[in-house]
């Protein structure tokens, strides 16, 4: 398996519900990061959380980081229709000599009306 | 402040033929990325460059693949002697000069079709 691995692949809510996504990877890292990407198009960044922070919050978003378990999860409360999309966790590793991401498969999220 | 350019948005080479690809990052950015994207996968690293320099290119096919980012004007990604292979999203980001490493912006990302 590789470094980044998202989970569940596929999620599926109706609107207003919350979304979970998780997040696993392999090394030390400096940061992680979360990405949504809509169908064909390029990636928007959401939200960065460096290795020393446990939790952090963007608007309706909640982001945590369990350097023990090597695991970030994504909450996504009060979905929206809007929010239909796929969403990667992407690392820097320390020491990686640069900031290379190395990005999971993703979790396709679709939120239905 | 435009985010991160890249052109063409959707490119369509048969096999043989050479594709380019350009990126200009966002204004005051001194790094960029690119990462190609094949269907249905997550974004894979291919190089990074400040100006002048390639600082990992540790993710590029040894062959029939290069990658610049001169003083003045766009980086630029070349694929020689293109094959179906190649067809994929190839997305550049861009970084400014932090440390350590900050957030990469991305921007729309070609879309190169090999036939």
């Not at chain 2, 293109?82 to 490493?101: I, K, N, Q, W």
């Not at chain 2, 729309?108 to 079709?113: S, V």
Request: aromatic content about 8%; overall charge positive; glycine content about 8%.
């Amino acid at each position: 398996s590789q470094q980044g691995e998202e989970d569940p692949q596929a999620l599926s809510i109706q609107e207003g519900e919350n979304a979970t996504m998780n997040c696993s990877y392999k090394t030390s890292i400096n940061n992680l990061q979360w990405y949504r990407q809509n169908s064909g198009r390029g990636l928007v960044h959401l939200i960065l959380i460096r290795s020393n922070e446990r939790e952090k919050h963007s608007g309706r978003l909640r982001v945590t980081l369990d350097t023990s378990k090597k695991s970030s999860s994504l909450l996504i409360t009060a979905s929206r229709a809007a929010d239909t999309a796929s969403y990667f966790c992407a690392t820097d590793e320390k020491g990686g000599g640069g900031n290379k991401l190395t990005f999971g498969t993703g979790t396709q999220l679709k939120v239905e009306l | 402040n435009a985010g991160v350019m890249q052109n063409p948005r959707h490119l369509v080479r048969r096999r043989g033929q050479e594709a380019r690809l350009r990126c200009s990052p966002m204004k005051g950015h001194s790094h960029v990325y690119w990462y190609r994207q094949l269907p249905e996968e997550g974004l894979k690293f291919m190089v990074y460059l400040q100006k002048e320099n390639i600082i990992d290119e540790s993710g590029m096919p040894k062959e029939r693949f290069s990658a610049e980012f001169p003083k003045e004007g766009p980086s630029i990604l070349r694929i020689q002697q293109v094959v179906r292979g190649d067809s994929a999203a190839y997305f550049c980001a861009s970084s400014p000069l932090t440390h350590p490493p900050d957030t990469q912006y991305f921007g729309p990302g070609t879309r190169l079709t090999v036939l």
